[in-house]
C-alpha cells in the first residue's frame, strides 16, 4: 500500500535520514525499481518512448548497478532519466533562444525616426502647432514605430517552464538529500548538465 506522502522535498528528506521510516523506505524502493528500469531499457531519441528489446540484452545494461557495493548510489529514476533527455536541448536554447523582430511603439528623438506610420500621424495631430516644426517645439522625443528583438515565444516559454519544474525537483533532491549525504555515491552527469545550464540563465 501506498503511504500517504507529502511534498517532494519532505520525502527526500525522509529517504535521506538516519531514522527510519515508511515513506522514506517507500521512496527509496520506487527510486531503487525506476533506476533499474531505466538503465535496463533503451528509448526513442526523439519522443523518449520506450524501445522494445529482448531482457537478455536489458539484463546486461543493469550488471554494473546489481554489482555495487554502494547502498544508496544517485538514482537514476523517472526525474533524471527526464533530465537526461532533454538537459542537452534545454542548454541550447537557453544559450542560444531562438527570438522575433516586433515593432514597438516608441518615444525617440526625432533625428533617430526612420519610418513613420498612423501612430506617428496621430501623435503629432493631438500636439498643438500648424506644422510640425511647431508640433516638435520644446519636445526631445516624438512617438514612433521600432523594431526590436522579442523573445517572448512559445518554445521559449515552454523551455523555461520545464527548466523551472526540473530545476526546483533537482534543488529539492540536491538540498534535502545529497547535502544530507542522503547517498553514499554522487556521480550523476545529469547533475553536472543541470549546473551548467544553471549557469547559462
Known amino acids: 500500500m501506498i503511504p500517504q506522502l507529502g511534498e517532494v522535498r519532505e520525502v527526500e528528506q525522509l529517504a535521506a535520514s538516519d531514522a527510519p521510516s515508511y515513506e522514506g523506505a517507500w521512496w527509496i524502493m520506487l527510486q531503487t525499481a525506476e533506476s533499474?528500469?531505466?538503465y535496463a531499457s533503451r528509448r526513442d531519441p526523439i519522443?523518449?518512448?520506450f524501445l522494445?528489446?529482448?531482457?537478455?540484452?536489458a539484463a546486461t545494461e543493469i550488471e554494473s548497478v546489481l554489482e555495487s557495493e554502494s547502498e544508496r548510489p544517485f538514482p537514476y529514476d523517472n526525474l533524471m532519466q527526464m533530465a537526461s533527455f532533454c538537459g542537452n536541448q534545454l542548454q541550447n536554447i537557453i544559450c542560444d533562444p531562438r527570438h522575433n523582430i516586433v515593432k514597438v511603439d516608441k518615444?525617440?528623438?526625432?533625428?533617430?525616426?526612420?519610418?513613420?506610420g498612423s501612430r506617428t500621424m496621430n501623435w503629432l495631430g493631438k500636439q498643438p502647432g500648424?506644422?510640425?516644426?511647431?508640433?516638435?517645439?520644446g519636445k526631445?522625443?516624438?512617438?514612433?514605430?521600432?523594431?526590436?528583438y522579442s523573445f517572448d515565444i512559445r518554445e521559449n516559454q515552454v523551455t523555461m517552464m520545464l527548466y523551472s519544474m526540473l530545476m526546483r525537483r533537482i534543488s529539492d533532491r540536491?538540498?534535502?538529500?545529497v547535502k544530507k549525504n542522503g547517498y553514499d555515491l554522487v556521480d550523476s552527469l545529469q547533475l553536472n548538465q543541470f549546473q551548467k545550464n544553471k549557469e547559462a540563465t
Not at 522494445?52 to 540484452?57: N, Y
Open 52 to 57: 522494445s528489446e529482448f531482457w537478455t540484452e
Open 107 to 116: 518615444m525617440v528623438r526625432p533625428y533617430r525616426v526612420q519610418n513613420t
Open 130 to 137: 500648424k506644422t510640425i516644426k511647431e508640433k516638435l517645439a
Open 36 to 38: 533499474i528500469c531505466n
Open 47 to 49: 519522443n523518449n518512448a
Open 174 to 177: 540536491v538540498n534535502y538529500s
Open 140 to 148: 526631445e522625443k516624438m512617438l514612433t514605430q521600432v523594431n526590436e
